[in-house]
């Protein structure tokens, strides 16, 4: 019985520690990593990422379980797969989430805006967008405010309305009962309010007074004796300020966390980056030896790439850590769509991604250039023409047995025709 060889090879393994039974471990298992993975499909996330975190979930299992314990592998895996995947979206939840019902009210929003501005040749008033959509104009503001709260924009992006959106939008559906009051949960609030004691005094009152008392622009300027203008200024820049402490804030806790895991030793604290929540450097080069000396043993060949994000020292300091973070997880889902599933990527460096790539040896060259390609076309989606110029995507490779038929100096060998590209690439500019 599957079943019972499955319990098997795990007894071995935990006496062992053997690599080989590892993974045959694995991929007896796999339907059940995947079938759990399925029942968390509602959740948005893709299936491809969730069976990655699944996967996690079972190394994690073979690596803490105890069969004297007297529980089967199984159960105890079918645990620590699902906390890991429950664990993976509450991270994925963290920063506060844009309700469903306020994305459409926003699509419509923007929709009465383009059609008023087009009717009356200039901007509408909050009290005309509200006429429009039987809405009061507190409702409008207060809507047109938020977003700036739950608004996630890519690093550079600059906004642009699709047209093809609104085909689908019945304005007479919508119920625009829940943009009456934004009351968020206990535990966001929290966080929210921690936020605003690092905002300017004057800043915290403004938001206060618009979204706890429920003021308009209008009134606030009145009460504080300032300008329309000025109020509205405020607000903007202030939930502009909120969004980007609440995120920095949460960063610093994932490194904390990390700090934190790595005293006590815990298998995910070692195989994942705390910023990206990608494969770690150190796990890459653990996965590279041990498909180095698989190779070895069934005589085939294993590649590894490296790929960098090169930019001028100031440009890379203005984007900072938790944006480069940022913009190496884009970037991986790149590379996974130009690879295979069974290569393995992970974060490589500051600005570096690596890829293990079993089996392609020879191919390693024109796969590592396909997905450096892929990057730099992709780069240009991401930021605008200026930005992404200022941006380059240098690369490395080696392969196994033809480079080396050591891990340590694949790893060297990539890391010198990354360096020797990058050096050809500025004597051609």
């Known amino acids: 019985m599957l079943k019972r060889d499955t319990e098997e090879l795990v007894r071995e393994y935990c006496q062992t520690r053997d690599v080989e039974l590892r993974d045959a471990i694995v991929l007896q298992l796999s339907g059940l990593v995947e079938s759990i993975a399925r029942k968390f ?25 105890n069969p004297e314990k007297g529980v089967k592998f199984t159960t105890y895996a079918t645990h620590l797969i699902v906390g890991q995947i429950k664990h993976y979206l509450r991270d994925k939840g963290k920063i506060i989430k844009e309700p469903a019902w306020l994305q459409e009210l926003n699509s419509k929003i923007n929709r009465v805006i383009n059609e008023l501005s087009a009717r009356y040749g200039r901007p509408p008033t909050t009290r005309e967008i509200a006429e429009f959509l039987g809405m009061t104009q507190k409702a409008i503001e207060d809507v047109l405010m938020t977003r700036e709260v739950f608004k996630v924009s890519s690093l550079d992006a600059i906004y642009e309305d699709d047209e093809d959106e609104w085909q689908n939008y019945d304005l007479e559906k919508l119920n625009c009962e829940p943009c009456q009051t934004f009351n968020l949960p206990i535990e966001e609030r929290v966080v929210v309010e921690t936020a605003m004691q690092k905002l300017k005094e004057i800043e915290q009152r403004v938001l206060h007074l618009f979204f706890n008392e429920g003021y308009n622009q209008t009134e606030i300027a009145h009460m504080l004796k300032i300008s329309c203008n000025y109020v509205s200024h405020i607000l903007r820049n202030a939930t502009q300020k909120l969004r980007r ?14 700090a934190r895991a790595l005293e006590r030793g815990d298998f995910e604290a070692r195989i994942l980056d705390p910023q990206t929540r990608l494969f770690s450097a150190d796990y890459l080069v653990v996965r590279l030896r041990e498909e180095v000396q698989r190779a070895a043993r069934y005589d085939h060949s294993v590649g590894f790439a490296i790929f960098e994000f090169v930019a001028e020292k100031r440009t890379l300091d203005a984007l900072g850590e938790f944006a480069m973070g940022e ?103």
Not at 245 to 258: T, V
């Open 41 to 65: 499909l509602g959740s948005g996330e893709p299936l491809e990422d969730l069976i990655q975190e699944g996967y996690l979930g079972l190394l994690n299992a073979l690596d803490l379980f």
């Open 245 to 258: 402490i609440i995120s920095e804030a949460e960063w610093l806790d994932e490194q904390r966390f990390r």
């Open 327 to 429: 913009l190496l997880l884009q970037a991986a889902a790149v590379v996974r769509e130009s690879v295979r599933k069974a290569d393995i990527v992970g974060r490589y460096g500051f600005a570096m991604l690596g890829v293990v790539m079993p089996y392609a040896g020879e191919h390693a060259p024109k796969i590592a250039e396909r997905v450096a390609n892929a990057l730099r076309e992709w780069l240009t989606t991401v930021f605008s023409p200026t930005m992404s110029q200022r941006f380059h995507v240098h690369y490395g490779w080696a392969y196994y047995p033809n480079d080396s038929e050591d891990h340590e100096n694949l790893l060297r060998q990539s890391e010198q025709r990354l360096i020797a590209q990058r050096a050809q690439l500025q004597q051609v500019a």
